[in-house]
């Protein structure tokens, strides 16, 4: 217990020691989380008791949310290059924030389909330039630690924001719009109040072209880019199939009922509240090449464990394998990508990194669940082989990255 209060401890540490800006940044991490825990875990119900939308449907409206992010992302997910942090992210939340609003009050599956698509079209910018905000006033040394700390919020979310649904949903499952909209106003009120403007236009003798808008455009010119992306994409979209199949493998088998499940993936939260920063903090005496390669191991081990069966020491292994892979690779990646663009880029080739996890959303439970309808160990044993295959491919993209650094050291 005494060490975990220590790994609490350094967590607030490091919140405390960021420069304002970033403290901003890291809270939206946190507002989005919970807005979208208290929503998510509720809308299935309430759009089946209370929307009267026929079950085949829901999966379809849940898709318009990923749908909408994924679709804006690449187009508008760097608009923060051009006209600043600062007013990006206050039209983001209060966006977000209307939309949940709207939700409250419209009916029919039309209606409700637009808002969830407006409400990701407005969120697709949300993240990446929280992220450049981050990225602009903390210092490259030290980028590891902070990314971590928004990982760290974002798990604090995903406890607190299912348990406010939850208290909501007693009164009115319609309260939980209110709730996740109340919630990412906050944030939005965060960023009115404290977030000073850390963007200082393009800089002298860089092209302007390189602050291109379109996210994915500056994956395709960039190589090295675009081969990390590549294989981020495939890791997470294979270990998206752990939290999308285990509640039907848990349950088909009789392993864990609804509340099991809750409690399963609560307990991954948990995990990355507490392990998170001491992970990255001591992942940092290891080669990049050396981190990825123990978080591939970790992810093939989870699936590992599964494939026997879903008993539950089984998925209690798997889930605690696979959340400490993403603690060791997370932070690790994303500094990388804000080493790789240009100091007038940084908001598009983040939204370039926050695509993979659009695609993670909205291709990763669709692929997994087609691939456990054909047999219930198929999932796992693809698991396995991509998990070990992606691993090396960004294993060896972060050792060519390293060296690239190494060399431009020393040139300097």
């Not at 109340?182 to 003798?205: Q, S």
């Not at 995990?271 to 093939?300: C, D, E, K, N």
């Not at 080493?339 to 880029?345: C, G, S, V």
Request: aromatic content about 10%.
């Amino acid at each position: 217990m005494t060490r975990i209060f220590k790994f609490l401890t350094s967590s607030i540490a490091t919140f405390r020691a960021a420069p304002g800006a970033a403290r901003v940044g890291s809270f939206l991490f946190f507002v989005a989380s919970v807005a979208d825990g208290t929503l998510m875990p509720f809308f299935p119900l309430w759009a089946r008791n209370d929307a009267g939308i026929p079950v085949e449907y829901i999966g379809l409206l849940l898709g318009c949310y990923a749908g909408g992010e994924l679709l804006a992302t690449p187009f508008v997910g760097g608009i923060a290059d051009r006209v600043g942090r600062r007013p990006v992210l206050l039209v983001s939340t209060i966006g977000i924030g209307t939309g949940f609003l709207l939700l409250f009050f419209v009916s029919g599956a039309i209606a409700i389909a637009l808002c969830l698509i407006c409400i990701g079209i407005f969120e697709s910018v949300l993240h990446p330039t929280a992220a450049t905000v981050i990225t602009d006033v903390v210092a490259q040394d030290h980028r590891r630690d902070h990314f971590a700390m928004t990982r760290v919020m974002s798990n604090a979310g995903r406890i607190i924001g299912p348990a406010l649904g939850g208290v909501l949903a007693l009164w009115s499952l319609h309260l939980v719009f209110f709730g996740a909209a109340m919630t990412i106003l906050v944030g939005a009120a965060a960023v009115a109040a404290l977030l000073p403007e850390t963007w200082h236009g393009n800089f002298d003798g860089e092209d302007d072209d390189d602050g291109s808008l379109t996210a994915l455009g500056a994956a395709f010119r960039d190589r090295r880019l675009a081969g990390l992306l590549l294989s981020i994409s495939a890791l997470e979209i294979v270990v998206s199939w752990i939290e999308a199949i285990t509640p039907l493998y848990a349950t088909a088998a009789g392993a864990l009922n609804p509340t099991g499940i809750g409690m399963l993936f609560a307990y991954a939260g948990v995990l990355g509240v507490i392990f998170q920063l001491p992970v990255t903090q001591a992942s940092r005496r290891m080669s990049g090449f050396a981190t990825v390669v123990w978080s591939g191991a970790l992810q093939t081990f989870a699936f590992v464990f599964l494939l026997p069966s879903p008993a539950l020491p089984l998925l209690i292994a798997a889930i605690t394998f696979a959340s400490f892979a993403r603690m060791l690779s997370g932070p690790l990646t994303q500094v990388i990508v804000s080493e790789l663009a240009p100091r007038n880029a940084q908001a598009t080739y983040q939204a370039a990194f926050s695509v993979v996890f659009d695609l993670k959303d909205a291709a990763g439970p669709a692929i997994g669940t087609w691939l456990y309808a054909t047999s219930t160990a198929l999932p796992w044993g693809t698991g396995i082989v991509a998990s070990a295959a992606a691993a090396l491919a960004l294993a060896t993209a972060a050792r060519r990255h390293e060296i690239g650094q190494e060399k431009e050291r020393q040139k300097s």
